[in-house]
């Protein structure tokens, strides 16, 4: 725990406003307001926060499904995400993507993606690019444990390694793919092994707490910024909510998420932690906790005022019109 | 026995009859049961909708195959099992993901009958949804079918209605050719009179669900419905729409649409899909070489635009060709 | 100061004096230079065909960059780096692979900048090498280029030339948008004049290799020349064509087309793709739906069969478009 | 070496008439007479005929673009092929599908292929149809240490591991993929390790050493056929001509083939060794030897005999017509 005050501080908000996002997306898709698919991230947060805390903007990310963690953590305006998951106007992509598609790329956001294994080639391009203007910069792709399984994740692993790339490759392993349980669906039963037959060295971490994510991506950013090569992140963590909204979960264990939050919940662990230690006190805490409840309160608002795009908006942004 | 059931029941008794009646059929796909490893239940989803519910408790795991997130893995494992023995019916979740997976259906599937001298057959149906109305944003709502369309080799079905998506699902699984299923995911809830025992209806025979002297509408899945609004609605002005659904485009009934229109004299062709290198283009340029002596007014093409689709769903709503437009341009004909 | 070089040194060319130009400019393939990892030569090969030799020594391993057999790796490598600050030119050594990568291209390069709301650019180029006449069968010789123009936010250019091959790869370097840049493999060692410094062809323009009041030929690729051929051909006999060489599929230059089928009356599509969904009927439609008035006869296309490209050379010479079949067409739509 | 003499006389016969079909061809392209592209097996001939004694007609395999050895060697007609790989009518494609083509699946030979890492996917199916059927047959899948790359590689060992298949994937590894090295393209450069990371146990073997490869190759489909799963089996070895013919190599070490062509090869290797274990004797080979050189002269004959197809040719055997 050699993290200074300030980013005790920056690591809970941020953990904090994912949490509170998804809670509150739980809530509204419920009554209807939010269209098309959402995939909540609330449970995990400790692993796209741990890896985060250690990239600045000119390291690029490639997202998932399950995306509004990845891009809180990497400096996405929530206002912005907001309104992109209410098809507005003032949201990231102007309405155009929606909730599996917000990007910002000048916050080093390359997308959250709709195909499962569609980030790991980006990444390589992205480490590739990083590599070649020298900016020093790192990539880094999260994948599903069900995604960890395709092929473009083979291949995005083996080319890190052989071009040799400041490359990371973070598997966030919430045991589902959708209703399938990830150890049947991994072949041979161990991530790390894998990652190491495509040449990345590797750890599994717990991922529900941040400091052990976050130690674990110093490494691996490390070494990648040093030039010595792609490496592998295994965190093993839950996702509180279904794998959409609306699933109902009867594939899931009974009070298996109940007794995730109740014993080892990334942000509960953080606190007692931070707490016990005596590097922050408890209304460091609240105090945030009050003003992540208050961003996301406007976010909805704003999000709910943004006008809706307009026919011309339909056309526009396509490389070729017809 | 026909009763009311919906498109997705449909579906799903199309697949039961023909496990029952056939042991080598076998279904796989991602969650088609669900569940599988996992400490809840099995069968927990019966695909992403509950397309496939009900068949695992029914024929067990060696029927009804859950796959890891591979799809070249295992669609080409359907093709492969097709071809050694079995009749398998894969499940590509949205017809979006064929982009992982497309070489095992064009270069393989597709060509193995014709590359081998014809000793080979490749009875493998690719069940997958498709279209826009869900704001499932630009990975999860393309049509695609002109794409599997252009390529030789394979066969490419649309239902538009419960009764077809049965007869057509039947004909798909009997068929010795690998046949694209496409399922509108507009249209799984839509209910509709369906017998209960098994028929299966030829591929190649268009449907006509209106008649009429005035214009032919050539359409196909969701959008036969925007068709017959529209037709609907023409027709208490007086102008008489023939509204012929293709059904399979691949292959195409191009005799009833050459038909219609040497009836008609006017030609509108309604698709989904992006204009470019489409349906529409592909009916109108038939249409234009072997009907052309009895068009009486160009022909008019009405589709999506040729953008991705979008998410909001403002935007999403005017990207989808509503019956308006089909108005307008049975009107726009009328008048040339 | 233009010379005689052949399409290939002429591709060759504009990859060379883009990457001088610009340092962000990388290409990247298998055995793209060659020799990596293998005791003997590097720059071994330069592509299967030779297209990019010369490169590597002069521009060094950080910017020819020799890849694993994995196209939806390093494809999707191209299309990520051309997001983040490079301009690469990816080489997919056949069309025909396309199959393992496309959803990289259709999926990720083609929506990303609609999706991001505008906000992303993605000046990728995929080289690729499309085409029957090699006897390279199936699986190496398809021509596909209608899937992509299919697909919203992906700009497709064939050139037929040498000068054209340098003009429109420069275009596409530098050009924001994916492009997918389709080399016939029949055309490499075609000769003609080629200006020494770099110039840029815009996308969108259709060039008219011959000018004639009859009949419209719009075509592309290898079959400008048989066109032209036919052309020449059909000249002995007063018939004047006129042949429209599309350049670029999309975006797609309606204008020319339609104009001169406002001068000439009628219409023939040579495309040397599948007939369905292809360019054929996408020009077909076009014209029957904006130039209908002008049609005198019906349109005609010519394309190849609907089945897969066959092995034997006595099978492939039929299966490919020739002079005859267009002159026979052309005489058809004089007739009418 | 546990092979009755009628088997090693097979082995033997097999591997010849790959080397002589392979020399053959070799010569014959210089000529201009054979059209397309074609990939010669010569030199690995212990490869495939170590791993196809363990099988019969039940048994599936994919094969590749490098595909003739594998072909003979699972019972093609000799005849059948060569005519194919003229285009002729006589061709077990009836001149359809050519060099890359050539497939008899009443043999179990589903095909090579023109796609690089095209048939692992399919060997899962055969695999399955084979495990559905109860035929008690195995299938088998050949890929190139280029084709290991590839994502569906990846996917299909995945699933045949997670699936339990009677599936066997075989790596020959002949030290190339065109022009590249296979230790530079196959990251962590150990392919036992990486089918490992994939639940496969395997084994790595002397690809030119007919013994070695049967044996791994025998212990393999026994596990197979006992319903144990899948395994992986690297065979090392060199391919003698170039990538396809036409190929001037020059990315090769000096002398390489020619070193290996007298040291290792896998002809003189087996000969020397059942003549030196005196199981055969030099008659025997050498009267093989014989009526194989006279089989691929007359196939030549038969195929350039058989006649061209014709316009009617053209338009069969595709699902629809237009
Ligand atoms: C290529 C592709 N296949 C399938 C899907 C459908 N799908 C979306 S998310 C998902 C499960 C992903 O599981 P995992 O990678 O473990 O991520 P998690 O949802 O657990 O975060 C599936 C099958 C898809 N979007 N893309
Ligand atoms: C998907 C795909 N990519 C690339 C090629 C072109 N290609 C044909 S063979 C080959 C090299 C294969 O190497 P390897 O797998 O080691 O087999 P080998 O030729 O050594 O037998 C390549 C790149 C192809 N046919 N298919
Ligand atoms: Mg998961
Ligand atoms: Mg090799």
Known sequence: MQLAREELLRAYRTMKTIREFEERLHVDFATGEIPGFVHLYAGEEASGVGVMMNLDDRDYIASTHRGHGHCIAKGCDVDGMMAEIYGRTDGLCAGKGGSMHIADLDKGMMGANGIVGGGPPLICGAALANKNLGTGGVAVCFVGDGAFNQGT?????????????????????????????????????????RAKGFGLPGVSVDGFDFFAVHEAA???????????????????????????????????????????????????????????????????????????????DNSVSKAKASPLPTSEDLLTDVYVSY | ???????????????????????????????????????????????????????????????????????????????????????????????????????????????????????????????????AGLRAAAQHSQCLYPVFTHIPGLKVVTPSNPYDAKGLLIQSIRDNDPVIFCEHKFLYTLEGDVPEEPYAIPFGEANITREGDDVTIVTLGRMVHIANEAADNLAKDGVNCEVVDLRTTSPMDTETIIESVENTGRLVVLDEANPRCSIATDVSALVAQEAFGSLKAPIKMVTAPHTPVPFSDALEDMYIPDANQVSDAVRLVMEA
Chains 1, 4 share one sequence.
């Open chain 2, 1 to 131: 026995m026909a009763r009311k059931i919906s498109y997705q029941q449909a579906i799903n008794e199309a697949l039961d009859q023909e496990m029952e009646r056939d042991e080598t059929v076998v279904i796989m796909g991602e969650d088609v049961a669900g569940g599988l490893g996992s400490p809840g239940e099995r069968d927990a989803w019966g695909g992403v909708l509950g397309v496939t519910k009900g068949l695992q408790p029914k024929y067990g795991d060696d029927r009804v195959l859950d796959t890891p997130i591979t799809e070249s893995g295992f669609i080409g494992a359907a093709v492969g099992a097709a071809t050694a023995g079995l009749r398998p019916v894969a499940e590509l979740m949205f017809i979006d993901f064929m982009g992982v997976c497309f070489d095992q259906i064009f270069n393989q599937a597709a060509k193995f009958r014709y590359m081998f001298g014809g000793k080979a057959e490749t009875p493998v149906v690719i069940r997958t949804m498709y279209g």
């Open chain 1, 153 to 193: 994740n083979a291949e995005g692993m083996n080319l890190a390694a052989v071009w040799k790339l400041p490359a990371i490759f973070v598997l966030e392993n919430n045991g589902y793919a959708e209703t399938t349980s990830s150890s049947w669906a991994i072949g041979g039963g161990n991530p790390v092994d």
């Open chain 1, 218 to 296: 110093k490494e691996a950013v490390e070494r990648a910024r040093a030039g010595d090569g792609p490496s592998f992140i295994e965190t093993r963590l839950s996702r509180y909510y279904g794998h959409f909204e609306g699933d109902s979960q009867t594939y899931r264990g009974k009070d298996e998420v109940k007794e995730i939050r109740e014993s080892v919940d990334a942000l509960s662990q953080f606190r007692e932690k931070v707490i016990g230690a005596a590097l922050l006190e408890s209304d460091d805490l609240d105090s945030i906790d009050g003003e992540v409840a208050e961003l996301i």
